[in-house]
């Protein structure tokens, strides 16, 4: 859910009227009357509630309304704002209905990281998730124990584990994992977050840097072909000893990077784990379906999509936070303009009035819909 009932009470204290779909709290344990006793007014339609609002705020990026049979920014009035994960670059649908109907698009994945934008960081927060619940489903899906274990049958070594990719999910998976018992490995391209892995417990694995990998606001960019080359090798390098692997290098608004091909997963031992959280942009793995659970040969892999949806209540907890937080910093003068001066609202305004205003959304246009 967008908005838990806490969210709902602040806005309603500050003046604003709250519109919640009937039911729409359900799945993260909020029933309609704790929104009404928050102060929210409970519509029956969804399509009311975007036909009549000033603001939607949404997590997932716009779909089509299957009752309706209806996109979503279709249904919304003219000079409305939505506020969400939209995925401009990777449904470009969303840029051009944003701009046709003079609509303004906060997206929340485009949040600069930097320090005054960490109450707003979502992606942040969902990826902390992520990484969670990512090693939890790789030990249940493990037919063999994480932990060392002394045993009447003998001592049982602990589970090797390989997270590729140190960013938040990565450094969640390689704390969750380390304390649940694995021997744990880390990759990452970017030499600076060795410190960090190793403090959570792991092993970083290192290659040589031969070029930037990163934005200046902290994203992970795409690199060439023989920067990939040499990460598929590193990788390689390690996966006949792994039992499980959990892998989230993502490129931000792009198809996620090749890293683990069939031939390398024939590398790895029967019964081995493979939990891919960049399934919902393509994969790591070139095996990966998403949303579906596969064995190939005798590796288990999972296309793991929207985790977060399986911890709805602390998921909702935490994304109601965020958006809270970005939405006073958009609208936060007296009358409620937004202020295009502002650096995050610059970046992570993909429309505004239908006039495009974030730099990557524009370069991104300017190439034909290719952010290379």
């Known amino acids: ?50 036909g009549e609002s000033d603001v939607i705020i949404k997590i997932r990026p716009p779909l089509i309304n299957t009752k309706l049979d209806k996109y979503e920014l279709d249904l919304m009035k003219e ?9 401009p670059t990777l449904d470009q649908r969303v840029i051009r209905t944003l701009t046709t109907g003079k ?13 005054r934008s960490q109450n707003m960081d979502a992606l942040s ?10 090693v939890l489903l790789a030990a249940n899906l493990l037919g063999k124990f994480f932990p060392l274990l002394m045993t009447a049958a003998g001592t049982i070594r602990p589970a090797n584990v390989l997270v590729i990719g140190a960013g938040v999910a990565g450094l969640q998976a390689i704390a969750m994992a380390h304390r649940i018992g694995a021997t744990v490995e880390a990759f ?36 060439s072909d023989e920067f990939i080359k040499k990460e598929m090798e590193a990788i390689a390098s390690r996966l006949a000893k792994i039992d499980v692997v959990i892998s989230t290098a993502l490129v931000f608004g792009r198809k996620a990077p090749l890293l683990i091909t069939e031939e390398m ?16 942009q393509g994969g790591n793995c070139e095996l990966t379906r998403a949303a579906e659970t596969i064995e190939k040969h005798g590796v288990i892999i999972n296309g793991a999509v929207d985790l977060p949806s399986q911890l709805s209540f602390h998921a909702s907890m935490m ?4 958006v809270l937080n970005a939405f006073q910093n958009l609208y936060r003068g007296e009358d409620d303009t937004i202020d295009l001066e502002d650096e995050i ?28």
């Open 103 to 115: 609509l303004s698009g906060f997206a929340m994945e485009l949040i600069p990281r930097i320090s």
């Open 188 to 223: 990452d391209t970017r030499p600076a977050v060795k410190e960090q892995v190793e403090s959570l417990g792991a092993r970083f694995i290192e290659m040589e840097t031969i070029e930037d990998v990163e934005t200046k606001y902290g994203y992970a960019k795409e690199a």
């Open 265 to 280: 997963v024939k590398m790895m031992t029967p019964g081995s784990v493979i939990i891919d959280l960049a399934a919902e």
């Open 345 to 372: 609202n610059a970046n992570a305004l993909v429309t505004c009035k239908g006039e495009i205003v974030s730099e990557m959304i524009k370069n991104f246009m300017n190439n034909g819909g290719d952010n290379k």
């Open 125 to 134: 927060s969902m990826s902390t998730i992520m990484g969670y619940r990512s």
């Open 79 to 87: 000079g409305a704002t939505i506020m969400g994960f939209l995925s």
């Open 319 to 322: 994304y109601s936070k965020n």
């Open 1 to 50: 859910m967008s908005v838990v009932p806490d969210t709902v009470k602040l806005l309603v204290k500050k003046g604003h009227t709250v519109l919640i779909e009937k039911d729409a709290g359900i799945q993260s344990f909020y029933g309609n009357e704790h929104y009404v006793e928050a102060g929210a007014q409970i519509i029956e339609d969804a399509e009311s509630v975007f």
